[in-house]
T-cell receptor, first 110, second 113 residues
Framework: RKEVEQDPGPFNVPEGATVAFNCTYSNSASQSFFWYRQDCRKEPKLLMSVYSSGNEDGRFTAQLNRASQYISLLIRDSKLSDSATYLCVVNRGTGNQFYFGTGTSLTVIP | DTEVTQTPKHLVMGMTNKKSLKCEQHMGHRAMYWYKQKAKKPPELMFVYSYEKLSINESVPSRFSPECPNSSLLNLHLHALQPEDSALYLC????????????FGDGTRLSIL
């Protein structure tokens, strides 16, 4: 079983739509969680860390459910500039080894 | 602009060449990483340095040789690479080797002829 599983999409949504991505992880010892955004032929950029209490940054909301071992990302009022691949990342803590999901491709359509 | 700087941005080399990739950060981070990323795939970890010492080698072939001359610099020496080694090579850094977000450089796009 993969360490991190993500629906690869693609998700094609109109501007202004709300879109949600989910990600599951297999190791219950995982300690920290992140969402990264990667544009085509660019490096991954940290979008937000994910905390157990849930956290929000503008139009973006991240949630962590430790009992079910899943992480979610909600994007409200989608913009054209949100088009990218969103990578779910899980860290077991020891060694700071990042386990990446395969990424979810999002295209926001005018 | 990324705070992790990688050079060169692009590199084309033959299978018999020797070249080096360079990575630099001035954020005072003490953990640095090399990743390899193929098209439409997530990054794959190659090496981790913590406090200038190699702490993780993900069974990478010896034709890739990492070096950490000081806390700000990370090199990846390349020798006798194969065409399947063509990829985007990403460097990242984090404050420490623990539960820390990693910050990525913009990568070196490597093509092996």
């Amino acid at each position: 079983r993969k360490e991190v599983e993500q629906d690869p999409g693609p998700f094609n949504v109109p501007e202004g739509a709300t879109v949600a991505f989910n990600c599951t992880y297999s190791n219950s010892a995982s300690q920290s969680f992140f969402w990264y955004r990667q544009d085509c032929r660019k490096e991954p950029k940290l979008l937000m860390s994910v905390y157990s209490s849930g956290n929000e940054d503008g139009r973006f909301t991240a949630q962590l459910n430790r009992a079910s071992q899943y992480i979610s990302l909600l994007i409200r009022d989608s913009k054209l500039s949100d088009s990218a691949t969103y990578l779910c990342v899980v860290n077991r803590g020891t060694g700071n080894q990042f386990y990446f999901g395969t990424g979810t491709s999002l295209t926001v359509i005018p | 602009d990324t705070e992790v700087t990688q050079t060169p941005k692009h590199l084309v080399m033959g299978m018999t060449n020797k070249k080096s990739l360079k990575c630099e950060q001035h954020m005072g981070h003490r953990a640095m990483y090399w990743y390899k990323q193929k098209a439409k795939k997530p990054p794959e970890l190659m090496f981790v340095y913590s406090y200038e010492k190699l702490s993780i080698n993900e069974s990478v072939p010896s034709r890739f040789s990492p070096e950490c001359p000081n806390s700000s610099l990370l090199n990846l020496h390349l020798h006798a690479l194969q065409p399947e080694d063509s990829a985007l090579y990403l460097c990242a850094s984090s404050q420490h080797q623990g539960n820390q977000p990693q910050h990525f450089g913009d990568g070196t796009r490597l093509s092996i002829l």
